[in-house]
């Protein structure tokens, strides 16, 4: 039986995978993943969003308005060791995505504020691009639009590489409680890609009292819903993972708890582990 948050992604086509607020059961996050062949076209309006638009891999012509940006995206495969183009659009636009070579774009929203972010193209060269974690929990991590960013409402959007036979968002962590300083509520969708693609991964959503505890087996071009609850994701040997992240929730502020079961890994260890002497 497949995970009720795992979105299994169109073979072929335009359409990779759409999950809409409704869809997912939420209020904030959706999410969007196109295939564009050169000279197609997608047509779009942002309505009451914000849009962060990506080119994840090819080259697109984005027309938002009047105003035209050309030659978006120099990306053959998202594995490429370059940050990706983006342009983020405030709500009340009409949008013209033209490809001009064979293109993959994210299309990333959540509501606008009241007071409207203007439109830019987010600098690729000024993308803050980091390594998380140590040995076999090593990723790199580029923020495409981080809560440090102010041109943006309520969206977060960050992409993740993860080495074959690696963790990610491991320890496990949540942010699901609205409790500043400690913890924010954001949702999340995870869209992976995996190298080679005939690959897959593995993801596991959980909350403390496994009210919810789903495991996932994810594929090229995947997305996993993170409505609430612990999150982490593994990759097998041989396979390298990619994932698009996309947050959003009632503040623009990314604060997480990590799993106390699993902080040992950090040096915090529970009590019970080391009356075990199991570190």
Same mark, same amino acid.
């Given at each position: 039986?497949?995970?009720?948050?795992?979105?299994? =992604?169109?073979?072929?086509?335009?359409?990779?995978?759409?999950?809409?607020?409704?869809?997912?059961?939420?209020?904030?996050?959706?999410?969007? =993943?196109?295939?564009?062949?050169?000279?197609?076209?997608? =047509?779009?309006?942002?309505?009451? +969003?914000?849009?962060?638009?990506?080119?994840? *891999?090819? %080259?697109?012509?984005?027309?938002? &308005?009047?105003?035209?940006?050309?030659?978006?995206?120099?990306?053959?495969?998202?594995?490429?060791?370059? *940050?990706?183009?983006?342009?983020?659009?405030?709500?009340? &636009?009409?949008? *013209?995505?033209?490809?001009?070579?064979?293109?993959?774009?994210?299309?990333?929203? =959540? @509501?606008?504020?009241?007071?409207?972010?203007?439109?830019?193209?987010?600098?690729?060269?000024?993308?803050?691009?980091?390594?998380?974690?140590?040995?076999?929990?090593?990723? /790199?991590?580029?923020?495409?639009?981080?809560?440090?960013? @102010?041109?943006?409402?309520?969206?977060?959007?960050?992409?993740?590489?993860?080495?074959?036979?690696?963790?990610?968002? /491991?320890?496990?962590?949540?942010?699901?409680?609205?409790?500043?300083? %400690?913890?924010? &509520?954001?949702?999340?969708?995870?869209?992976?890609?995996?190298?080679?693609?005939?690959?897959?991964?593995?993801?596991?959503? /959980?909350?403390?009292?496994? *009210?919810?505890?789903?495991?996932?087996?994810?594929?090229?071009?995947?997305?996993?819903?993170? @409505?609430?609850? /612990?999150? @982490? !994701?593994?990759?097998?040997?041989?396979?390298?993972?990619?994932?698009?992240?996309?947050?959003?929730?009632?503040?623009?502020?990314? !604060?997480?708890?990590?799993?106390?079961?699993?902080?040992?890994?950090?040096? +915090?260890?529970?009590?019970?582990?080391? &009356?075990? +002497?199991?570190?």
């Amino acid at each position: 039986m497949v995970s009720p948050l795992l979105v299994k =992604a169109a073979p072929e086509g335009r359409e990779i995978v759409n999950i809409t607020p409704e869809r997912a059961g939420w209020t904030y996050v959706g999410f969007r =993943a196109i295939r564009l062949r050169p000279g197609e076209v997608e =047509a779009l309006t942002t309505g009451s +969003k914000e849009l962060c638009l990506v080119v994840l *891999s090819g %080259t697109v012509d984005v027309r938002v &308005q009047n105003e035209t940006f050309s030659a978006l995206g120099t990306r053959d495969s998202v594995f490429d060791d370059i *940050s990706p183009a983006a342009v983020y659009v405030p709500p009340g &636009q009409s949008v *013209s995505i033209c490809a001009t070579r064979d293109a993959e774009v994210a299309l990333c929203t =959540a @509501p606008a504020g009241a007071q409207p972010r203007p439109l830019r193209v987010i600098d690729s060269a000024a993308m803050r691009r980091s390594v998380r974690g140590a040995g076999s929990n090593t990723r /790199y991590v580029c923020d495409i639009l981080p809560h440090d960013d @102010p041109g943006a409402d309520h969206l977060l959007v960050v992409e993740v590489i993860t080495p074959a036979g690696h963790s990610s968002s /491991y320890p496990p962590h949540k942010h699901d409680s609205e409790t500043p300083p %400690t913890e924010t &509520q954001l949702e999340e969708t995870y869209y992976h890609r995996l190298n080679p693609p005939q690959g897959f991964a593995f993801q596991r959503v /959980y909350t403390d009292d496994r *009210s919810l505890d789903e495991a996932c087996a994810v594929e090229d071009h995947d997305v996993v819903m993170v @409505p609430r609850g /612990y999150h @982490p !994701v593994v990759a097998p040997h041989g396979y390298d993972l990619y994932y698009l992240n996309v947050m959003a929730g009632p503040n623009r502020f990314w !604060v997480f708890r990590n799993d106390p079961a699993h902080e040992w890994m950090l040096g +915090k260890a529970p009590a019970v582990l080391r &009356q075990n +002497k199991l570190i």
